[in-house]
RNA sequence: GGGGCUGUAGCUCAGUUGGUUAGAGCUGGGGACUCAUAAUCCCUAGGUCGCGGGUUCAAGUCCUGCCAGCCCUACCA
């Protein structure tokens, strides 16, 4: 049965470059989209550039260009990416387009005529310089808990949550002003009424793992659904609602309506009609997605699709976040990786490869050990599959195919008889177990051509003929592996296909033999990864900031962004500081806290028997046994705190906006503990 | 505190509806070959299936308690 399928995935923000994060799950969906595609389904992949928002209209100030500028160079980027690892969309659009705008009219009218919409006062910081209201994360300031200062505005790293307008001596990050609270009215949607049509959609009719819904169920519709907040007052960037002069949709109204216009756009390219996609039961819908996002794709989305009466999505595909060495990915252990900063060193299809290898229908993380990376490459794709080919390539190019088949032992026959599996994990996004089984037949082959010894036949001109055998078996088995392997590596399909002189176009050609042609010259097809090659990507990423910034103009040229975010403080006297007691300490030990999101445990020695405890909120940054044994300054004489892990006695000093980017203060040679910082 | 997921050889993982001596690849050790990108092939090492209970004729596989790791939450979405 031909299937019609419209596949996305998650709209990248206008905000930064692809990095290896991302590619998880372009490609992902791009080895699904191909998948479909090579088994005769119609099926289309679109995505855009997610465009609008606060943090857009923020940037755009800070380079003094315009949002539209900033937004096309952005999608220009992107696409130069995705293009280059292979991500083939049928479709890239923008959330910024005529057709969206339209289409979130749609919405809207429709969410009102269903009596969804209902708006209240919400009281909301202010920033008086910058002319804006404030989201949570553009406000710092003390945590009224424990008292530690320039925390983010919804929680801080003892590890208590608050309101922002809850912080004492708050500050915008933008201005450096103090907000001020003000009212505004918003626009929401009211949820709870959807709870039964919700509820039924996430229980029934398998459109989510099993994970998801369970979370869905324990987290959102075990209680009174939230109305949804969808407007924002001006100044933003994005599209003012008509009947709302004033106010502009959330950029996450308009987001997922850009899935819908990117078809409409696709549709006028294509001459073909936006309802045979979006309001037709035949045509299924797959929204590929990342774990952070899981609320919006399944609970509002949804919602907004049955009220305005599209498809609703005929199954949500969400994936866990990439970790590098076990780790977060971390800018300043150069794991943050751009996808061009990748591409200098590094062959695209490595990362599709062992993506696939990794890739399971579970929400879990993908860790991307670099020696596992290396292993997989060259011992699998190389060593086994792609030296089938390479190892008769010279003696194929005399003999050409054999006209029959020879007898293989049953290995091709074998070979086919595994398609239909491993086209099922294809079809569940079980991709690490397809290769697995596409690897099983990959090692069944070597061994054939080893144990026919081809280069003796070569010598002996009575066996030409059971040379051209060896060759034919081993092609075929070579070019079964590749049509198995084309959704995730497109680039060796076509490779293949022009070797042979017979292009890759269905799954179903892994069933019939290739015979009775002429074999081209063998032209290698990958080459080994070389650790060197990793080893200077990531230490290229380590000192990039997250966008690659104008060339600079001299030795020196630091961003002024840091005094920005958090602009010096009022002017204090010598006695002031004398206050501040800094001493150097040694870490004697650190732990990690069970319970806790962000701290670390330590014990700083002060020399002697003086030992202090500090609660440290680094624990994204550093690693316990990192710290063990290096000097640090402290401010020893902080009141000691209690915390709900033990008390605190003390502050270890770092500078850095938080999270993973904390960078300790470090002391030269010959300083010792206890020795005062003056 | 609440919820979810995971825990099988050094590493990455498979183990179908519970059923004979728990599997693979890689790494390690030994050997072979030379067509091939120091690729390949053969042999070999090796695990109290996180721990403790329970159900059963039979449990890695079901139930339960505990432990560890990761993730999500903590009255924000």
């Given at each position: 049965?031909n299937r019609k399928?419209?596949v996305?995935?998650?709209?990248?923000?206008?905000?930064?470059?692809?990095?290896?994060?991302?590619l998880?799950?372009?490609?992902?969906t791009?080895i699904w989209?191909?998948?479909?595609?090579?088994?005769?389904h119609?099926?289309?992949?679109?995505c855009?550039?997610?465009?609008?928002?606060?943090?857009i209209?923020i940037r755009a100030?800070?380079?003094g260009?315009s949002?539209e500028?900033?937004?096309?160079?952005?999608?220009?980027s992107?696409?130069?990416?995705?293009?280059?690892?292979?991500?083939?969309f049928?479709?890239?659009?923008?959330?910024?387009?005529?057709e969206?705008k339209?289409?979130c009219?749609?919405?809207?009218?429709?969410?009102?005529?269903?009596?969804?919409?209902?708006e209240r006062?919400?009281?909301?910081?202010?920033?008086?310089?910058?002319n804006?209201?404030?989201?949570?994360?553009f406000?710092r300031?003390t945590?009224?808990?424990?008292?530690?200062?320039?925390?983010?505005?919804?929680?801080?790293?003892?590890?208590h949550t608050?309101?922002p307008?809850?912080?004492?001596?708050?500050?915008?990050t933008l201005?450096?002003?103090?907000?001020?609270?003000?009212?505004?009215?918003h626009?929401?949607?009211?949820?709870e009424?959807?709870r039964?049509f919700?509820?039924?959609?996430?229980?029934?009719?398998?459109?989510?793992?099993?994970?998801?819904?369970?979370?869905?169920k324990?987290?959102?519709?075990?209680?009174?659904?939230r109305?949804?907040?969808?407007?924002?007052?001006a100044?933003?960037?994005?599209?003012?609602?008509?009947?709302?002069?004033?106010?502009?949709?959330?950029?996450w109204?308009?987001?997922?309506?850009?899935?819908i216009a990117?078809?409409?756009?696709?549709c006028?390219k294509?001459?073909?009609?936006?309802a045979?996609?979006?309001?037709n039961?035949?045509?299924?819908i797959?929204?590929?997605?990342?774990?952070?996002?899981?609320?919006?794709?399944?609970?509002f989305?949804p919602?907004?699709?049955?009220?305005?009466?599209?498809?609703?999505?005929?199954?949500?595909?969400?994936?866990?976040?990439?970790?590098?060495?076990?780790?977060?990915?971390?800018k300043s252990?150069?794991?943050?990786?751009?996808a061009?900063?990748?591409?200098?060193?590094?062959?695209?299809?490595?990362?599709r490869y062992?993506?696939?290898?990794?890739?399971?229908?579970?929400?879990?993380?993908?860790?991307?050990?670099?020696?596992?990376f290396?292993?997989?490459?060259n011992?699998?794709l190389?060593?086994?599959?792609?030296?089938?080919?390479s190892?008769?390539?010279k003696?194929?190019q005399?003999?050409?195919?054999?006209?029959?088949?020879?007898?293989?032992?049953?290995?091709?026959?074998k070979?086919a008889?595994?398609g239909?599996?491993?086209?099922?994990?294809?079809?569940?996004?079980?991709y690490?177990?397809?290769?697995?089984?596409?690897?099983?037949?990959?090692?069944?082959?070597?061994?054939?051509?080893?144990?026919?010894?081809?280069w003796?036949?070569?010598?002996d001109?009575?066996?030409?003929?059971d040379?051209?055998?060896?060759c034919?078996?081993?092609?075929?088995?070579?070019?079964?592996l590749?049509?198995?392997?084309a959704?995730?590596?497109?680039?060796?399909?076509?490779?293949?296909?022009?070797?042979?002189?017979?292009?890759?176009?269905?799954w179903?050609?892994?069933k019939?033999?290739?015979?009775?042609t002429k074999?081209g010259?063998?032209?290698?097809?990958?080459?080994?990864?070389?650790?060197e090659?990793?080893?200077k990507?990531?230490?290229e990423?380590?000192?990039t900031?997250e966008?690659?910034?104008?060339?600079?103009?001299?030795?020196?040229?630091?961003?002024?962004?840091?005094?920005k975010?958090?602009?010096?403080?009022?002017?204090?006297?010598?006695?002031?500081?004398a206050?501040?007691?800094?001493?150097?300490?040694?870490?004697l030990?650190?732990?990690?806290?069970?319970?806790?999101n962000?701290?670390?445990k330590l014990?700083?020695?002060l020399?002697?028997?003086?030992?202090?405890q500090?609660?440290?909120?680094i624990?994204?940054?550093?690693?316990?046994e990192?710290?063990?044994?290096?000097?640090v300054v402290?401010?020893?004489?902080?009141k000691?705190?209690?915390m709900?892990?033990?008390?605190?006695?003390?502050?270890v000093?770092a500078?850095?906006?938080?999270?993973?980017?904390?960078?300790?203060?470090?002391?030269?040679d010959?300083?010792?503990?206890?020795q005062?910082v003056h």
């Amino acid at each position: 049965m031909n299937r019609k399928i419209l596949v996305t995935s998650a709209l990248p923000y206008a905000n930064g470059p692809i990095h290896l994060g991302h590619l998880v799950e372009y490609i992902q969906t791009d080895i699904w989209v191909r998948y479909q595609k090579l088994r005769g389904h119609q099926c289309i992949y679109l995505c855009a550039d997610d465009t609008h928002g606060t943090a857009i209209m923020i940037r755009a100030k800070n380079e003094g260009r315009s949002e539209e500028e900033l937004i096309a160079s952005m999608s220009e980027s992107h696409q130069r990416d995705f293009e280059r690892f292979g991500i083939e969309f049928d479709h890239y659009g923008s959330t910024n387009s005529k057709e969206n705008k339209e289409l979130c009219g749609v919405f809207w009218t429709s969410l009102r005529n269903a009596g969804l919409i209902t708006e209240r006062s919400i009281e909301q910081l202010y920033d008086p310089e910058a002319n804006t209201f404030l989201a949570d994360r553009f406000v710092r300031g003390t945590c009224p808990k424990c008292g530690l200062t320039d925390q983010a505005g919804d929680n801080c790293n003892c590890g208590h949550t608050y309101n922002p307008t809850d912080l004492i001596d708050p500050k915008s990050t933008l201005s450096g002003a103090t907000p001020v609270l003000r009212n505004a009215v918003h626009l929401f949607v009211e949820l709870e009424k959807l709870r039964e049509f919700l509820t039924k959609w996430v229980e029934e009719g398998n459109h989510l793992q099993t994970e998801v819904a369970n979370y869905l169920k324990g987290h959102f519709l075990s209680d009174e659904l939230r109305d949804w907040d969808v407007s924002r007052p001006a100044p933003y960037f994005g599209f003012e609602i008509p009947d709302a002069p004033g106010n502009y949709w959330y950029v996450w109204f308009d987001a997922p309506i850009g899935y819908i216009a990117t078809t409409q756009q696709w549709c006028q390219k294509n001459d073909e009609s936006l309802a045979d996609w979006w309001r037709n039961d035949a045509c299924e819908i797959h929204h590929f997605i990342g774990k952070d996002i899981t609320y919006f794709h399944t609970l509002f989305w949804p919602g907004m699709l049955q009220t305005a009466g599209f498809n609703l999505p005929t199954r949500v595909h969400i994936h866990g976040f990439l970790t590098i060495n076990g780790e977060k990915m971390s800018k300043s252990k150069g794991t943050f990786i751009a996808a061009d900063t990748y591409l200098k060193y590094n062959n695209p299809s490595y990362l599709r490869y062992f993506y696939a290898t990794k890739l399971t229908q579970r929400v879990e993380d993908l860790d991307l050990g670099l020696d596992e990376f290396v292993r997989k490459v060259n011992t699998d794709l190389v060593g086994k599959v792609v030296n089938l080919a390479s190892r008769v390539g010279k003696f194929a190019q005399q003999t050409g195919l054999a006209e029959h088949y020879p007898d293989d032992g049953g290995l091709f026959a074998k070979g086919a008889e595994a398609g239909e599996e491993i086209a099922a994990a294809y079809e569940c996004k079980d991709y690490s177990k397809a290769i697995r089984r596409i690897m099983e037949l990959a090692d069944a082959a070597n061994p054939y051509v080893e144990h026919a010894k081809p280069w003796e036949m070569k010598k002996d001109p009575e066996k030409q003929d059971d040379l051209q055998s060896v060759c034919t078996v081993a092609i075929n088995l070579f070019r079964q592996l590749t049509i198995y392997l084309a959704p995730v590596l497109p680039d060796l399909a076509q490779q293949c296909s022009q070797w042979l002189g017979e292009p890759i176009q269905s799954w179903d050609q892994s069933k019939s033999h290739l015979l009775g042609t002429k074999v081209g010259k063998f032209n290698r097809m990958l080459d080994r990864v070389q650790i060197e090659d990793l080893e200077k990507m990531i230490e290229e990423s380590k000192n990039t900031t997250e966008e690659p910034q104008e060339p600079a103009s001299s030795l020196f040229c630091d961003s002024d962004q840091p005094l920005k975010d958090e602009p010096l403080a009022e002017e204090i006297s010598i006695e002031d500081f004398a206050k501040v007691d800094l001493r150097v300490a040694r870490v004697l030990s650190a732990e990690h806290v069970p319970e806790a999101n962000k701290l670390l445990k330590l014990q700083l020695s002060l020399g002697g028997d003086e030992t202090r405890q500090v609660f440290a909120g680094i624990k994204a940054a550093y690693e316990p046994e990192q710290l063990v044994g290096r000097l640090v300054v402290m401010v020893a004489n902080l009141k000691p705190r209690k915390m709900r892990f033990g008390l605190s006695e003390g502050m270890v000093t770092a500078a850095g906006p938080g999270g993973a980017d904390v960078f300790i203060l470090g002391i030269d040679d010959g300083a010792q503990p206890g020795q005062r910082v003056h």
